[in-house]
Each structure stands twice: as C-alpha cells, then as structure tokens.
C-alpha cells in the first residue's frame, strides 16, 4: 500500500468517527427537555457530510 492510500484510509475512518460522533450527539439532542431549542451545530448535516467523506475518501484508496 502506498502512503496515498494510507492517508485515505485515515481520512475515512475519521470521518466515519465524526460521523458517529454526530448521531451520537444528535440523539442527545432530541432527548433534551427542549429539543426544539436552537443549537449552535446541526448534526445531521455534519453526519450527512462525514459520511459522504468516509464514502469517498474509502472509494478512492480502494481504486488507487
């Protein structure tokens, strides 16, 4: 394997864990006493994000 390939597979598994990280902090978030209160980050959109990263990043070490 070549460092290019190592570097995506770091970046996928990061971003999968910033993707768990975001579910995990999302369902915190709706089990608050006010979930309809204003938050500073929207989770499912960082969640969305990583795993777009993690799809692409493991997609392209996989192909290189």
């Known amino acids: 394997m070549s460092d290019?390939?190592?570097l995506l597979y770091v970046i996928a598994?990061?971003?999968l864990c910033v993707a768990v990280l975001a579910g995990w902090r999302e369902h915190r978030r709706r089990r608050r006493a006010d979930p309809d209160a204003v938050g500073w980050i929207d989770w499912?959109?960082?969640q969305v994000?990583?795993?777009?990263?993690a799809a692409i990043a493991g997609w392209v070490a996989l192909k290189a």
Do not use: G, H, K
């Open 49 to 53: 994000i990583a795993l777009i990263v």
């Open 13 to 15: 598994v990061a971003a």
């Open 4 to 6: 290019a390939q190592d």
């Open 44 to 46: 499912t959109l960082v």
